[in-house]
């Protein structure tokens, strides 16, 4: 079973649009994550969800709010696409020390 | 922003070790040194991490100076299967607290 999931694993677009992106852990983690990956690879985080605690990094527009139906997903939800928001998303869980990533959807809006 | 530095690459022959550098001299009493690797573009993995005794686990090793301002990773036994951006990462050993990546360093294990 996959730790961390998330569909779709590949997502093509158009500008303007809104779309949604799944993540699910099977960890029984308590906190989860988003990161961003962009074109000159570089990882940032965006969000931080525990326990009903969303910890947002001030760089990130309010177009991307990320919604959490139980402990064991976290969505990311973007409205307005731009051209710069094509980039690999990746969403992470942790516990204490372990993070585990899942393997990233690819984000291209044309 | 990311408080580690790191060579933004590296080559080692298949079948030597491989030795990472990081430094981290700004490193908080309370943060652990965590090491990740990023092969393609797959999602990170993790290795490795330590307070300040050095470590050792299936897939590296972690010597962190007596001061804690800097540490290597080792993989022993490089393999092409190592090719791949090893990120060096200091953060609190608190629950929730976010990674913050840096450059990290592309290894390039070479036949």
């Known amino acids: 079973d996959t730790a961390v999931s998330q569909t779709p694993k590949y997502l093509v677009t158009q500008m303007g649009n809104d779309k949604s992106i799944k993540c699910e852990q099977n960890?029984?983690?308590?906190?989860m994550y988003w990161y961003k990956q962009d074109s000159k690879k570089f990882l940032k985080i965006m969000f931080s969800y525990n326990n009903k605690e969303l910890i947002i990094n001030e760089t990130v527009p309010n177009r991307f709010s990320p919604k959490s139906p139980d402990k064991a997903h976290l969505n990311l939800h973007i409205n307005s696409l731009e051209l710069g928001d094509s980039a690999v998303y990746f969403c992470a869980s942790s516990q204490e020390k372990s993070y585990t990533f899942g393997s990233g959807t690819r984000l291209t809006v044309v | 922003d990311a408080k580690t530095t790191q060579p933004p690459s590296m080559d080692c022959a298949e079948g030597r070790a491989a030795n990472l550098p990081c430094n981290h001299s700004t490193i908080s009493g309370n943060e652990y040194v965590y090491w990740y690797r990023q092969i393609h573009s797959q999602g990170p993995q993790y290795i490795i991490h330590g307070l300040k005794n050095n470590e050792t686990n299936e897939m590296a090793s972690l010597i962190i100076t007596e001061d804690r301002k800097s540490s290597t990773l080792i993989l022993p036994h490089a393999t092409l299967r190592d090719t791949a951006v090893y990120y060096c990462i200091v953060s609190p050993n608190n629950a929730g607290n976010m990674l913050t990546f840096g450059g990290g360093t592309r290894l390039m294990v070479k036949p």
């Open positions: 960890l029984g983690h308590d906190t």
